[in-house]
Structure formats: C-alpha cells, structure tokens
C-alpha cells in the first residue's frame, strides 16, 4: 500500500470548514511562490536600498575610516583561504539539510530526504537574502507543503523547532566563547547583550512549556475561527512531534556542528586577509559569529543587511581593539561569502530547482515522488 493509499486513522484526519475543505488543504500556487513578484514591490526595493545607504554613510562619516587602503587590503587576502572559508559556510547546507530532514521526518508519515532538505533551504535563504521579514522561513514551509503531502501547518513546527535550537546555540555557544576569549571578564557591553539573549532563550522556554501544557485549552477560550484552531492544532503537533528525547542529543550536535561551519568561516576570512594589528582566535571568531547571527534575526531588512555589518564592525573595533579598516575589510570579505555568494549561486538554484513548479520531491521512505 503506498503513502496515498494508507488510510488516515480518525484521530490524523484533518477537520473540515464550511466549505467542505481543510484549512490545509489548499496548495501554494507558483504565482504566491513567485519571488520575482515579491521584489517588484516598493517595500522590498526600500529594504534594499535604504540599509546600504545607510551603511555607506555611516562608513563615510567616520574618520577612523580610510576608504582608499579597503581594496587593496582585500585584494591581498589569500585566496586558498578564501576558498576553505567558502567551503566550509557551504559545507554547513547540507548538515541544515539534515537537520531539517530529522525533524519533518519524525512529525509526519513522510520522510524527507537530505538532498530535497538541503535544496529548498538554500533557495529558502535566498529569499532571507532578498526579501525582509524572514520569509525565506515561510517561503521553505510553503514549498515543502507545494510538493509533498505534509500539511503547511505541520511545515511551521519544525522550521519553529529548529530556530528554537539555533537560539538556544547562539546563547550558549556564544557564551562559551566569550568566557574563553576575555578569560571570564566580559566588558559590560558584552553582558549586556549576552543577559539579553538568555533572558530571551528562557521566554521562549516558559513559551514552549507554556504552549505544551495550556496551549489548546488557551486558544480554545479565545474568539477564534475554527480554521485558526485547526491551524493551531496542526502547528502544536509539528513542534512537539518533531523532537523527543532519544532524538534531541543528535539534533543538539548537529545544531553544534552547524555553527561550528559559521564560526570557521569567520575565522578564515581573518587568517586570509593577514592582518598584524588583528588577533581574533577561533574563540573570537565563534563570539563575533554567533553575535552576527543573532543581529540577522532583525526583520526590518534582508539577512540583517546595514545591521550586521553596522554591529560586527563595532564589535570587533570597541571589544578587540580592531582598526576601523581592517574591521570593515573583515566584514565586507565575510559578509561576501555568507550574502552575496548565496545570492550568486540561490539564483542559479532557483532558476533551474524543480521543487518552486512543485514537482514533488522523493521520500525516503519508498523512494517515490509523493506529489
């Protein structure tokens, strides 16, 4: 009997509207898909456009600056050093890839394949790179639910899980490296964000709790229509679905190791560029990485563009004592390979993936195209 034919237990049946049809049952079309119709509008070219100029003031203004020394301090970098930077960010898509396979994999009948995972979430983070509001996070549910039998609701609870997990690394990643660069003496700055970021991890802890124990019988006393119910019970049973116990240690090592990919890259676009003044560390490397990517979560622009430059180059000028240029060199080389490159190369996946026509991806489980 294959995925279509098995019939759905009672308890698994999604509920129907008026209408007669599941709040999950319609599909995406490739029209609402189009990322092509997302960047024609205003608000997207403004949250382009705007950052940069912004970026590019602030950089002018400042006399620490010296524009005419940044090309050839980056011109000078080596290029195999590059090139394992640029290997290593990339090597972490795939171990998201498997991440992500994990996690829908155990919160529904079909199982994703690593290949698949990886593919939408690439083209998912070039939306991140182009559009605000990370809907690139959005853009990967849609298309996980335009060419499988997984339902959209139950597509948010592992891409919620699996920024829970991320959280939950930058917080204490960061904070073990931090610890290790300044010795246990964290300028009052650094505390600053870090007591931010913890008081954050445990609201969302409380949140998950929260929504674990009292969830249904919350939304249950609200005004709601009951398609957002449906929708509400759909996502509950994504989240807590797709993670358990005997699955979490392998999770947490691969969040690990995914970060570890972020950091390395840092870290060799330093090492690359050569610079005498800077001595960052792979310590160093992890806490201004793991800082950046906390700055990225800010959904007023595209993959935090004029934040995250504006933010590593403060770091790295006011905790490390970097000179303005070389800071601003660091940034531009690594902000290259972790933005551009994506734009670059997402494009071109995008252009020729199958899976935004929703041609359907291959489940692991039988090795057939469910859709």
């Known amino acids: 009997m294959t995925e279509d034919e098995r019939p759905t237990p009672p308890d698994e049946r999604p509920a129907r509207s008026v209408e007669g049809s599941s709040a999950d ?54 290029g195999l050093l590059l090139l394992a930077a640029f290997t290593i960010y990339y090597v972490g898509f795939p171990l998201r890839g498997w991440r992500w396979s994990i996690l829908v994999g155990t919160s529904d009948a079909f199982r994703l394949r690593i290949r698949d995972a ?9 939306v991140n790179c182009l559009v605000p509001a990370k809907l690139g996070d959005v853009y990967r549910a849609w298309l996980l639910k335009l060419n499988s039998p997984v339902s959209l609701s139950r597509t948010f609870g592992p891409v919620f899980i699996e920024r829970i997990l991320d959280l939950f690394a930058i917080v204490i ?42 969830g249904r019988q919350i939304v249950e006393r609200l005004p709601l229509p009951g398609r957002i119910v449906e929708f509400y019970d759909r996502f509950e049973q994504g989240v807590f679905s797709s993670i358990g116990l005997r699955g979490l240690p392998r999770l947490m090592l691969l969040t690990a190791f995914i970060w570890a990919t972020e950091a ?21 490397a992890f806490f201004v990485a793991l800082i950046a990517s906390l700055l990225t979560a800010v959904p007023l622009t595209p993959a935090g563009i004029g934040f995250v430059e504006s933010g590593v180059v403060s ?11 070389e800071a601003l ?16 190369l997402g494009s071109i996946a995008y252009a020729v993936s199958p899976k935004r026509r929703g041609l359907g991806v291959v489940s692991a489980a039988d090795g057939a195209a469910p859709a």
């Open 173 to 214: 990643l960061g904070l073990a490296a931090g610890f290790w660069s300044f010795r246990g003496r964290l300028p009052e700055d650094v505390q600053i964000v870090f007591a931010i970021g913890v008081g954050f991890v445990v609201l969302l802890a409380i949140g998950l709790l929260t929504m674990r124990s009292f």
């Open 264 to 284: 390395t890259r840092l870290y060799l676009v330093v090492e690359a560029l050569g610079l005498p003044d800077v001595h960052l560390g792979i310590s160093g």
């Open 315 to 325: 770091i790295l000028t006011i905790v490390y004592g970097v000179p303005q240029t």
């Open 118 to 126: 990886t593919e939408i979430i690439f083209v998912s983070w070039l």
């Open 25 to 78: 049952d319609e599909r995406p079309t490739p029209d609402q898909l189009s990322l092509v119709a997302r960047l024609r509008q205003p608000r997207t070219i403004i949250s382009l456009v705007l950052p940069i100029a912004l970026l590019v003031l602030f950089v002018r203004s400042l006399p620490g600056f010296k524009l005419d020394q940044l090309p050839d301090t980056i011109l000078a970098a080596n």
């Open 329 to 344: 060199a660091i940034t531009l080389v690594d902000r290259a390979i972790s933005v551009l490159s994506i734009i670059v």
